[in-house]
């Protein structure tokens, strides 16, 4: 009942923020931030789907595509905060056994913020995933399985500086290659968000060298505007010992 009520009260809001005249809003970003968001058809659709923001359709857009998720797979997100990605893995692996004919999977989520409960997902908050020490808490979750799946959203804070925040994503996807490379199965898939920038290209031959199928993806979802890709690893080829 409470829920409900919230989100009445949150329609009502947003009903009323999109009959004001934006100009009240201060700042030339906000006031773009505003009426971007206001005509955002993604940002209706995942309060009505009940995603905790917009960034879902992304991941659901790849899996329709890819089919990199599936009912018993075990499922890394990094970077999960406010845990959208988590939720739709935890419907394609069936970690929540919302289905007892399907395999159910395990997803764990870590964010150097806090994630609130999702049912069927193992939250690690306050953890960066780039710290060893962490990972080392990440492995000992596992209990020994290995990934289906390692799924990244991770953005570092943007500095406004152009080539630092790229070589700063790049060191995030970079983290995300050597964790994923480690713990997955033979079979398994990586996705990494990036921008568009010269490094990319190093990161695509990197990712080749551990997986078949290796790919640029641009969802639907992601603003045309926007210069993030998804980089997406099929078909991990297992190391060599």
């Known amino acids: 009942m409470v829920l409900l009520q919230?989100?009445?009260?949150?329609?009502?809001?947003?009903?009323?923020?999109?009959?004001?005249?934006?100009?009240?809003?201060?700042?030339?970003?906000?006031?773009?931030?505003?009426?971007?968001?206001?005509?955002?058809p993604y940002v209706e659709k995942a309060k009505m789907m009940n995603y905790?923001?917009?960034?879902?359709?992304?991941?659901?857009?790849?899996?329709?595509?890819?089919?990199?998720?599936?009912?018993?797979?075990?499922?890394?997100?990094?970077?999960?905060?406010?845990?959208?990605?988590?939720?739709?893995?935890?419907?394609?692996?069936?970690?929540?056994?919302?289905?007892?004919?399907?395999?159910?999977?395990?997803?764990?989520?870590?964010?150097?913020?806090?994630?609130f409960a999702i049912n069927g997902a193992t939250i690690l908050g306050n953890m960066d995933f780039t710290d060893p020490k962490s990972q080392d808490v990440l492995i000992e979750t596992l209990r020994g399985r290995k990934a289906d799946a390692v799924i990244s959203d991770m953005a570092p804070n943007a500095t406004g500086v152009?080539?630092?925040?790229n070589e700063n994503i790049i060191r995030l996807c970079y983290s995300v290659l050597r964790f994923a490379v480690q713990n997955s199965q033979?079979?398994?898939?990586?996705?990494?968000?990036?921008?568009?920038?010269?490094?990319?290209?190093q990161l695509e031959n990197d990712l080749r060298k551990f997986y078949d199928s290796v790919k640029f993806v641009k969802p639907n979802s992601s603003r045309s505007d926007s210069a993030e890709i998804f980089l997406l690893g099929r078909d991990f080829k297992g190391l060599k010992v």
């Open 52 to 115: 905790r923001c917009r960034s879902a359709f992304k991941l659901l857009e790849i899996d329709d595509r890819f089919k990199i998720l599936r009912p018993g797979f075990v499922v890394i997100d990094c970077g999960a905060a406010p845990g959208s990605w988590s939720q739709l893995a935890v419907k394609r692996v069936n970690s929540d056994g919302f289905d007892p004919k399907q395999a159910q999977g395990v997803v764990i989520s870590i964010d150097k913020q806090q994630v």
């Open 186 to 201: 033979v079979g398994a898939s990586v996705v990494v968000k990036l921008w568009q920038c010269g490094q990319a290209k």
């Open 162 to 165: 152009k080539d630092l925040d």
């Open 6 to 40: 919230f989100w009445r009260n949150f329609s009502t809001t947003m009903r009323h923020l999109k009959s004001v005249k934006l100009k009240n809003v201060k700042g030339t970003s906000s006031h773009e931030w505003l009426s971007r968001q206001l005509a955002d």
